[in-house]
């Protein structure tokens, strides 16, 4: 998987660079308050990527020198499949959020990815479903003074 890991991480060093460079700059707007500028939180996050990809990169070109070429791509359709329900859940949980709110579509999405990945048990369910989101809006509502859609 040597020459996956190379090609992939070659992609993704070079969307974190276009994240980093093109695309957090020209999208975003100087913040109307105080604080911190919008564009220095994608910039963290978009520059871990980066860092990531380049690690990615290193590594795979390494064990290519070495002439560790790697097992085939260990997916099949069983996988294909369960990647793709998965991103079907976050997806539309990212919807509910966006028409009904954070507080209705954020439990909702974790609730429901963990009853996909096996969990059966309700409390801890709706324990681990409902405490973060809340936890959120608190500290976004009060600590921040940000509102959450």
């Known amino acids: 998987m040597s020459k996956a890991d190379l090609w992939g991480g070659l992609g993704l060093l070079a969307f974190g660079l276009a994240l980093i460079f093109l695309i957090i700059p020209m999208g975003t707007v100087s913040g109307a308050y105080f604080g911190l500028a919008p564009t220095v939180f994608p910039t963290i996050m978009a520059s871990g990527l980066t860092l990531c990809a380049l690690g990615l990169v290193i590594q795979s070109v390494k064990r290519l020198r070495v002439g560790h ?65 809340v936890a959120l809006w608190v500290l976004a509502l009060y600590v921040f003074h940000t509102p959450l859609p």
């Open 69 to 133: 070429h790697g097992a085939e791509i260990p997916v099949n359709q069983w996988n294909l499949l369960m990647f793709l329900i998965a991103a079907a859940l976050i997806l539309g949980g990212v919807v509910i959020i966006d028409v009904a709110g954070i507080l209705v579509g954020g439990p909702l999405m974790i609730a429901g990815l963990m009853v996909f990945l096996g969990e059966r048990h309700p409390i801890r369910i709706a324990t681990t479903a409902i405490v973060p989101v």
